[in-house]
Every structure is written in structure tokens, then in C-alpha cells.
């Protein structure tokens, strides 16, 4: 059973193949590195890698360089291999966005747990991520950043702005009165009236621009957000 793409870098080439060794026997397809701009070749050239297990003494570049290049462009886990041990370099690792550190010399089974555990916990992340996210006609709204962008610009909401979409999108469809909105959107113990909901309307269907079409008005009754026409 394939389990993903795995980029091994090291300039030592019996070290990379025993690594190679033991990931390929537990499924996973691996790709090998031997200095720090090779490994951002074969970086950009596989776009699906699920993990990088990155060496920090290399020539060329070495790891740490080889990491910040890497996290300008992306989240995906680095494992790495050290020979120093000291606290500072350490550090530095973590605050670059390392995963894992594994010292030299290291059991090829206690490396291929800590890769699975790293990949485990990756895969957790990303769809925790996902379930953060709601989509629908080019508005993205990412709740866990409480950030909303509409074709791919941010636009700035007010908490009730971003509550009131978030809502809509979440109920896309439906037919909803005023009265579920207030109540769902500003809580039972809201003793404002119903006219602030038109408010927040006209206000989110300006700053949405074009999509701001998609929050249509039931008459008599509420609102519906749709994106067909």
C-alpha cells in the first residue's frame, strides 16, 4: 500500500539508503537529496511530498538554509537529522519550523515511528484545518483565523459582519426569517429590533462587492443566501 512521497537529503550516501531501505519497506515512495539545492529541486519537482527528512550539515547549502526556502512556500513536516546537539541549535530549527529532530547516530525503526507519528500528526492538522474552512461562490472564510476573502482578496468584516456570513454560507438554501437570524446571529438576549439585521445586510453585501448578490432578500420574511442566480 502506497503511503506517500518521502524526500530524504544527506550527503552521505550509505546513510541515505538505509533510510531509503526501511521507509520503502513500509510503503512509502522516497526520493533522495545529497546537498541542499538538490533537495530544493526535487522540492519543487514532486509537489505532493508528504515529509522531508533534511540533514543540517550539507554542502552547498546546508539544512537550515534549505528549510527557511522551503517554508516561504509551505507548511509540509521536515524531520531533522542533526549531529549537533546544543540548545541553540535546536532553537533555531524549531523557530524555522522544524517538526522532529533525530541526533546522529539514530535506529532506522525509532526514525521510520517518528515519521509516521509527524505524518500522523500533520494529517490531523490538515483536516482540522479543512473543517475550519467554508466555501462557497469565490468567499472563502477561514473561522479559526477569522479572516474571510472573496476571490482570493481579503476583505475586512466586523465580528457581526464575519458572524452573520459565516451563518449565511453555513445555511446556503435556506429561506431564513429575521427572527432566526437574531437569534442564531445575535443570541436570545438581544433586545434590539429586527432592522439591525438589514443593516449588517446592506453593509456585508457592500464589502462582499459583486458576491454581496448572493445574500437575496425574502420579502416579507428574511433572507436567503444563495450563489445561483
Sequence with gaps: MEQGKILVVDDE????????????????EVFEAGDGLEALDVFRRETDLKLIILDIMMPKMDGYEVLKKIRESSKIPVIMLT???????????????????????????????RVEA????SDMSSES??????????????????????????????????????????????AL?????????WNYDYFGDARTIDTHVKKLRSKLGSKGN?????????YKFDTKE
Design 13 to 28: 550516501t550509505r546513510l541515505r539508503k538505509l533510510v531509503r531501505d526501511f521507509l520503502t519497506r513500509e510503503g512509502y
Design 83 to 113: 549531529a549537533k546537539a546544543s540548545e541553540e541549535d535546536e532553537l533555531q530549527g524549531f523557530n524555522l519550523g522544524v517538526d522532529e529532530y533525530i541526533a546522529k547516530p539514530f535506529s532506522p525503526k525509532i526514525l521510520v515511528a
Design 118 to 121: 509527524v505524518i500522523r500528526r
Design 129 to 174: 484545518d479543512s473543517q475550519n474552512l467554508l466555501e462557497a461562490g469565490g468567499i472563502v472564510i477561514d473561522q479559526g483565523a477569522h479572516r474571510v476573502t472573496v476571490d482570493g482578496k481579503e476583505v475586512i468584516l466586523s465580528v457581526k459582519e464575519f458572524e452573520l456570513l459565516t451563518f449565511f454560507i453555513q445555511n446556503q438554501g435556506l
Design 177 to 185: 426569517s429575521r427572527d432566526t437570524i437574531l437569534n442564531n446571529v
Design 214 to 222: 448572493y445574500i437575496k432578500t425574502i420579502w416579507g420574511m428574511g
